[in-house]
């Protein structure tokens, strides 16, 4: 089967880093995204991976390892605003997207 | 802004009274989605269309329909709304070729009663 695995909920602090995994079993791979989700909101697109290695945009950065079915979210300086929920999904051969359920992200002053 | 709308943002039913989702779209993307999302849960994808190919997941139930009349438009009918089916409706789009990320638009809330 299909499977995407990320930790239910994190606890950070402003202005710490913080880093979310996600490992997956997917029927084929055609690039792994992260997506935000703040409460009652729709998902926003952060980042795509599709070959290894870090993708750094601004205080956000993702990885990703092929080999090893992993991948991580990597958010730096945090602020009060990032207090959301990070999805984790693969493309698989059907280039569908395959959803983890969410790390829910809590910010503490 | 090219973007998804979706309309309304929330929407009350009762329970086994039909109701219709709607969904445009300015980004010209020929691939259109509809998920369902409960709370804490990921996106569970009802359906989807490339183009005007429709495309049925095998889970969805014969209680949602879709129908999309132009490259603009999409919307998702529930016939007989349940009580479980409260949740969040997303509309996404996609475009074919590069890297083609899904773009939701805000969704809709829906509530049964």
């Known amino acids: 089967g299909q499977n995407i695995d990320q930790p239910t909920e994190m606890t950070a602090t402003e202005g710490a880093i913080v880093q979310i995994n996600c490992t997956y079993q997917t029927s084929g791979f055609n690039g792994l995204f992260w997506y935000q989700q703040h409460a009652g909101e729709a998902p926003t697109f952060l980042s795509y991976n599709v070959l290894d290695g870090l993708e750094e945009k601004g205080r956000f950065s993702s990885f990703l390892s092929r080999s090893k079915g992993y991948s991580y979210l990597l958010l730096k300086e945090l602020q009060m605003k990032d207090s959301a929920s990070y999805l984790c999904a693969v493309r698989d051969s059907n280039y569908q997207l395959i959803w983890g359920a969410g790390t829910k992200l809590i910010i503490k002053p | ?113």
């Open chain 2, 1 to 113: 802004d090219a973007m998804v709308i979706q309309n309304p943002r929330y929407q009350v039913t009762q329970f086994g009274k039909p109701v219709t989702l709607s969904c445009s779209q300015t980004l010209n993307h020929n691939v259109m989605y509809w998920y369902q999302q409960k709370s804490s849960q990921a996106p569970k994808l009802l359906f989807h269309y490339y183009d005007k190919d429709f495309n049925n997941e095998a889970d969805t139930p014969d209680n949602f329909q879709s129908r999309r009349p132009n490259t603009s438009f999409c919307f998702l009918d529930i016939r007989s709304p349940g009580l479980g089916d409260a949740a969040m409706y997303l509309c996404a789009t996609r475009a074919t070729g590069g890297r083609e990320t899904q773009y939701f638009g805000p969704g809709t809330r829906l509530l049964v009663l």
